[in-house]
């Protein structure tokens, strides 16, 4: 995404004033309505699955939405659809069961949960951290020993401030090295992993490189991070929390990485098996908003 559309809504809330004064609506609130922010398309579509009406059953509501998350986070259909996703909105197949939508619509609200920072994820980055996930981005320290508040400066030259405040990326410091045979297990195999560095003596162990990649919006979501949090664009070191937000975000973001084969093999069920309408109806592996 880019420029402004960062989001969509899964609801439409129209406001209908009060005119009977008689009512004694001191605040002057309005009422409010709210419906699916569905076409009329979708809804036909949603309505030959026998689901529910979107307008009064909020999850029905959000089914396509979480569908196409599933299905743009898939790294083959973005892969087999690079060419039309440069050049308009991408087109996304629409599952011809009941049961595929729903199986698709609850990996979707995976990846939903996944990308709400605001909000934990159990075994993840709440509770009981699942095995595959706990060797990632530990905060460590060289030679050993606990970190002190004196060494919680971002200096490693993630980022600096630029003309009109406007944050420049640097390089950082990351080294990378072979997994360790604990490290292989959290579900990357052989991969290359990387130590990112905070300053000379802290970083975060064993970040595996294509979560180091991983990018949102075209950027590299913990080097983007990172660089707005240098000392001398922050101004001040970072807090502990803010050092324990990277293993966070990597932990999420390694969760999004080990969900790809499952995002594959549901977009290719739904490419395989696209739900065929009535000529009157919706053109066959389009979804229309």
């Known amino acids: 995404m880019r420029g402004h559309g960062v989001a ?33 398309a979708v809804r036909q579509y949603l309505a030959a699955l026998g689901l529910p009406n979107p307008d009064t059953d909020r999850d029905t509501a959000e089914l396509i939405w979480m569908h196409a998350l599933a299905i743009g986070y898939s790294p083959a259909y973005l892969r087999k659809n690079a060419d039309g996703i440069r050049e308009n909105w991408p087109r996304i197949p629409l599952p011809e069961t009941r049961a595929a939508l729903l199986a698709s619509a ?40 606990a970190l002190t508040a004196a060494e919680f400066a971002l200096t490693a030259g993630w980022g600096s401030g630029g003309q009109g ?19 292989q297990n959290a579900g990357f195999g052989s991969a290359p992993t990387l130590d990112v560095y905070l300053n000379a003596t802290a970083y975060w162990k064993n970040i595996p490189q294509p979560v180091y990649d991983f990018t949102i919006g075209g950027y590299q979501v913990i080097k983007k ?19 324990m937000e990277v293993t966070a975000m990597a932990r999420r973001l390694a969760a999004l990485v080990l969900l790809q084969p499952k995002l594959d093999e549901n977009y290719n069920a739904a490419a395989g098996a696209t739900w065929v309408p009535r000529a009157h109806e919706l053109a066959p592996q389009t979804l229309i908003f």
């Not at 005119?19 to 419906?35: N, Y």
């Not at 980055?125 to 706990?134: N, V």
């Not at 405040?165 to 490290?183: L, Q, S």
Request: net charge negative; hydrophobic share 35%.
């Open 8 to 40: 969509f809504a899964a609801r439409n809330t129209v406001s209908s004033a009060h005119t009977d004064v008689s009512q004694g609506d001191l605040l002057g609130q309005d009422a409010e309505e709210s419906t699916a922010n569905l076409s009329s």
């Open 106 to 145: 609850a990996l979707g609200r995976q990846v939903a949960a996944l990308l709400d920072t605001e909000a934990p994820v159990s075994g993840v980055t709440s509770g009981a951290i699942r095995d595959e996930l706990k060797p990632i981005a530990v905060v460590s320290r060289g030679g050993g020993g």
């Open 165 to 183: 405040g406007i944050t420049m990326p640097g390089k950082g410091k990351t080294e990378p090295r072979a997994a360790g045979p604990e490290e």
């Open 225 to 243: 991070w990172l660089s707005y949090r240098e000392h001398r664009v922050l101004g001040r070191a970072l807090t502990m929390a803010e050092i």
